[in-house]
């Protein structure tokens, strides 16, 4: 095969296929050979469910799935003088306009004709669990020796950690509390210890979760009850945990109980950020929210900088992703990485990329 590639055509559906290595047409582009790919939530809810909402995968066409990965430059276009190949990158999975409004501003993440990859269109954009993919030269990022290519595909969720700590306003000394102990949860509370949090306290129903967390981030952690009500628990984890109020709660869980439960522990003036991705529409304690006058605030992926920031992170050592990693799975059976995830296996399961 030329280009193998994952492609999936609905729910449970997918199959291995050649496709085309894509031509250089933009002098900036760039072709990178995928090491390793990372498996997402949304992964998991293409391979469960066709898409996600009303984004699903075409039944005739399909679409090449993976968005966290890591490579090597292969080729690159006549117009590129930041990387060359042979080097060793982290891709930014997602390439705006350039022009309009939001991407002027740094707010690229909001650009309507953003091409995401493994995103449905019109117009659908392939993703990047197959052998050569490409990309614009300003969104692939150099890693140094000392960072493997393996840690580096976690350079994208750490971007999405970052993105909601900045949107946190996260202070030296503050009391930062994470709904949710997935991957971003984690990465979230990593990023907020680098910003100073004196405290960070994750919040999660499945005690090996838990567990992973206190030794990974030697953080306190609290447990809910799910029959009790979102201001029960809130009490009881001040409560529980000898606090009097929280600076800033992310939310990282999508669940809506988790949302009360987080506005409800918030101190007057305190900061929420809803980065968990739940139902459409939840019920909110607004009057919670108006009588404290909390900042809240959605998360969506990362903008400018960002990317940057997770680099220099993970490549100067601040936060060590290696933990997360736990299972590396042949490109052939990516499904099975998919079920992993998909039955809570492991924090971040890995797809090694095609080999010759």
Known sequence: M?????????PGKAKLEDKPVPDILDGHDVIVRIAFVGVCGSDVHFWRHGGIGEHHADPVAGIVMGHEAAGTISSIG???????PGDRVAIEPGVPCRYCRACKSGSYHFCK???????????DTQGTLCKYFKVAEDFVYKIPQTLSLEEAVLVEPTSVGVHAVKLGDVRPGETVVVMGSG?????CAAV????????????????????????????????PDTSASAEQNAAGLLKDLGLDEVDT?????????STETGIYILRPGGKFVQTGMGRPKIEFPIGAMSEKELMVRGCFRYRS???????????????????????????EDATAAWEKTAKGEGIKNLIRGAQD
């Open 78 to 84: 006549p117009s590129v003088t930041r990387v060359k």
């Open 113 to 123: 004709d953003m091409r995401f990859a493994a995103a449905p269109g019109p117009p």
């Open 2 to 10: 030329q280009n193998p590639s994952i492609v999936l055509y609905g």
């Open 305 to 331: 900088g960002d990317y940057e920031l997770a680099v220099s992170l993970l490549s100067k050592g601040m936060i060590d992703v290696k933990p997360l990693m736990s299972s590396m799975t042949p490109f």
């Open 192 to 223: 907020a210890k680098v910003y100073g949090a004196h405290r960070v306290i994750l919040v999660d129903i499945l005690d090996r979760k838990l567990e992973f967390a206190r030794e990974f981030l030697h953080c306190g952690t609290f447990k």
């Open 249 to 257: 709660v992310i939310e990282a869980s999508g669940a809506a109980s």
């Open 183 to 187: 991957t971003i949860g984690l990465l």
